[in-house]
């Protein structure tokens, strides 16, 4: 099999293990019928999928009528929820062994990843689909800078659900105890993560809500979508959609990941073997009765250095390991050096500041308020880092990806899909965010370290 970086594009890059996307990334890889391909460095795990079904499933998207769309998703919706209380009881009191567990989440992950994963397809696009829309509203003279409030939601996202009960619960009108359940996988991440506890809850409590204006939203919508010629409107509404739907994507990762991770934990207890060590393993691979180091040795391997190709209509993927993994890395990560780099605008603005690039958790707590956050993709995890920057860069991403929602509530400069940012700019670099024009820049060199 030959594997060239110009056939693939980049659709994410988290710190996580093999646990936690072999279901996922068997499905999506199915529901645009592609290889997929992730390079795990260090526990660092970077997503690629092929071109071609990415082309195929934007194209379907454009051609779907905004009513059978909006059906669709609520029609997904209804039937992903109803995995919620299920979930929550393998997260908390689990009746069934952890093997079981792990296999049925699997298969949960490739389903729900199987009718989930086209809402990130378009991503690539996002600067086509931007400039379809700057156009439509050139035509029709209204004012291009209304174009992040035309394409967003005038119904709140879960993120913004989840700020509108926070503030219910400090005025009393919401129970902490109803928010815990209701929110209980809140904490969920690539990683695991953990259900949400009261102490958790607390200090989410300090964090600084941004809260936007949706009956202004909605006016606005009122307004300009009798004037939008149909292309233009299509495109608009199809956003909008996307919008909900990805931020409520992320609910069930969040679940099943938990989930996963007690699983995982519980085969460690009955082990001995670390969970992290172990999440690098496929469930069948695990057991004590022989070959045990060797089998250790081999799931580090996968970590420290690895990658993890899915083919067509494989249920199970295959790992390259040594040699074989590191030319397929070196051709993958090799980027050319240059001060700037181009990207989709998710929210308008300029500002200067010193870069920080955070790559893994550990990184958070190196975060300065005012610094450039440069990341691979954001996460609910790192609202927090948002709020506290000048502005926010990502490798990866569209005009619907978390960092862009988040961003534009937190009218924070954003440049998302730049591709190299994480690996072109380095901490303490000087770095002019023009978000205006989608364009990142070094100014000086690096002046401190701290990775």
């Known amino acids: ?10 659709s994410g890059a988290v710190e996580t293990a093999s646990a936690y996307y072999h279901g996922p990334m068997i499905g999506a890889d199915s529901s645009v019928n592609e290889v997929g391909i992730v390079i795990n460095m260090g526990g660092l795990s970077r997503f690629y999928i092929g071109k071609r079904g990415i082309l195929a499933a934007k194209n379907e998207w454009l051609a779907i009528g905004t009513s059978d769309l909006k059906n669709k998703y ?23 062994n952890w093997k079981e567990r792990w296999l049925k989440l699997e298969e949960i992950g490739r389903s729900f990843w199987l009718e989930s994963y086209k809402v990130e397809t378009t991503d690539p696009f996002a600067d086509e689909l931007e400039t379809l829309i700057v156009n439509g509203l050139k035509k029709k003279k209204i004012d291009v800078s209304l174009l992040h409030e035309l394409i967003s939601p005038d119904t709140p996202t879960l993120t913004q659900r989840m700020v509108i009960d926070r ?25 695991g993560g953990e259900v949400l506890s009261e102490n958790m809850f607390n200090d989410d409590l300090h964090i600084e809500e941004v ?35 990805r931020e409520e994507r992320k609910a069930l990762l969040q679940k099943t990941n938990i989930a996963l991770s007690k699983a995982i ?28 180091e060797e089998k250790i040795n081999l799931f580090r391997k996968r970590k420290d250095k690895s990658i ?31 001060h700037e780099l181009k990207g989709t605008i998710a929210s308008p603005g300029k500002a200067k500041g010193r870069a920080r690039i955070v790559l893994r958790k550990h990184h958070f707590n190196n975060f300065m308020t005012g610094e450039i956050l440069i990341t691979t993709m954001t996460r609910p ?25 988040i961003a534009r509530e937190l009218k924070k400069p954003c440049v998302v899909g730049t591709k190299h940012a994480t690996q072109i700019f380095e901490n303490g670099d000087l770095v002019e965010v023009d978000a205006d024009k989608g364009i990142v820049r070094k100014i000086t060199e690096l002046v401190k370290s701290g990775k």
């Open 1 to 10: 099999m030959i594997i060239r970086k110009s056939d693939f594009f980049l």
């Open 74 to 96: 609520k029609s997904w919706k209804k039937k992903w929820d109803k995995y919620d209380l299920e979930l929550y009881n393998w997260s908390t009191n689990p009746k069934i």
């Open 167 to 191: 503030l219910r619960v400090k005025n009393g009108t919401f129970s902490k105890k109803e928010y815990l359940r209701k929110y209980w996988y809140s904490h969920g991440n690539w990683k």
């Open 211 to 245: 809260m936007t204006n949706f009956n202004h939203r909605k006016k606005i919508h009122e307004k300009q979508d009798i004037i939008l010629d149909n292309q233009t409107k299509k495109i608009v509404e199809l956003l909008r959609v996307l919008f909900l739907w």
């Open 265 to 292: 934990n519980d085969a460690s207890t009955e082990t001995g073997i670390e969970p992290d060590i172990l999440a690098w393993a496929r469930p069948e691979e695990i057991n004590t009765e022989n070959n045990i």
């Open 308 to 338: 993890y190709v899915n083919k067509k209509g494989e249920l199970t993927a295959k790992y390259f390991l040594g040699s074989e993994a590191d030319k397929i890395i070196e051709e993958f990560i090799r980027v050319d050096k240059v």
């Open 381 to 405: 995890e790192f609202v927090p880092l948002m709020m506290k920057a000048a502005a926010i860069v990502t490798d990866e991403g569209g005009l619907t990806s978390h960092a862009s929602i």
